[in-house]
T-cell receptor, first 116, second 113 residues
Framework: DPKIIQKPKYLVAVTGSEKILICEQY?????MYWYRQSAKKPLEFMFS???????DNQTASSRFQPQSSKKNHLDLQITALKPDDSATYFC???????????????FGPGTRLTVL | TQTVSQSDAHVTVFEGDSVELRCNYS??????LSWYIQHHGRGLQFLLK??????VVQGVNGFEAEFSKSDSSFHLRKASVHWSDSAVYFC???????????FGKGTSLTVIP
């Protein structure tokens, strides 16, 4: 059974529209993340949430808004879509403890977004 | 600013060969390092990590990596590769107390049967 579900797997949108990428994790983890991967750039960290609170935001644009309605959900809303937003968006989760060592992250299969 | 660099974009070896995938980082303080593997069309999977202690860490499927503070490196190695090891390998770094991870550009490993 998949432990991290991302929906949809493929998404095509027109410029200027708005889309929501869904992520649910069933690992019982306390931290969730969004990453973006495109042909032009390496894997980019976007957001991290811990216990449904935003911990870090490395996304310059306010068009990207994470939404956490439940502890194991972290959706990504993208407004005013641009062709440059075309990428594969990965959700990940981890069980973080105290101290400096980080836990391994588990990645979902990704949502491949194409903006025309 | 912290960066992670993977100097080889592509590496090709024959099945049974040994391989080393290189990773260097640019931060001087305490650092958490890890390697992930990504097969085509799939999400990343964790291989191994280092934070402190023995600089040689063992991971899944026979992979190991060695941390070197003097070289600012965390190279990944495998003694005998299998064709199924063909994938893209990412090195990642994070600092204690910080949430964000920095990933390298990835090294595409092709293993010829």
């Amino acid at each position: 059974d998949p432990k991290i579900i991302q929906k949809p797997k493929y998404l095509v949108a027109v410029t200027g529209s708005e889309k929501i990428l869904i992520c649910e994790q069933y690992l019982g983890h306390n931290a969730m993340y969004w990453y973006r991967q495109s042909a032009k750039k390496p894997l980019e960290f976007m957001f991290s949430y811990s216990y449904q609170k935003l911990m870090d935001n490395q996304t310059a644009s306010s068009r990207f808004q994470p939404q956490s309605s439940k502890k194991n959900h972290l959706d990504l809303q993208i407004t005013a879509l641009k062709p440059d937003d075309s990428a594969t968006y990965f959700c990940a989760s981890s069980q973080e403890g105290t101290g400096g060592a980080r836990a391994e992250q588990f990645f979902g299969p990704g949502t491949r977004l194409t903006v025309l | 600013t912290q960066t992670v660099s993977q100097s080889d974009a592509h590496v090709t070896v024959f099945e049974g060969d040994s391989v080393e995938l290189r990773c260097n980082y640019s931060y001087g303080g305490s650092i958490y390092l890890s390697w992930y593997i990504q097969h085509h069309g799939r999400g990343l999977q964790f291989l191994l990590k280092y934070y402190s202690g023995n600089p040689v860490v063992q991971g899944v499927n026979g992979f190991e990596a060695e941390f070197s503070k003097s070289d600012s490196s965390f190279h990944l190695r495998k003694a005998s590769v299998h064709w199924s090891d063909s994938a893209v390998y990412f090195c990642a770094a994070s600092r204690p107390g910080y949430q964000n991870f920095y990933f390298g550009k990835g090294t595409s490993l092709t293993v010829i049967p």
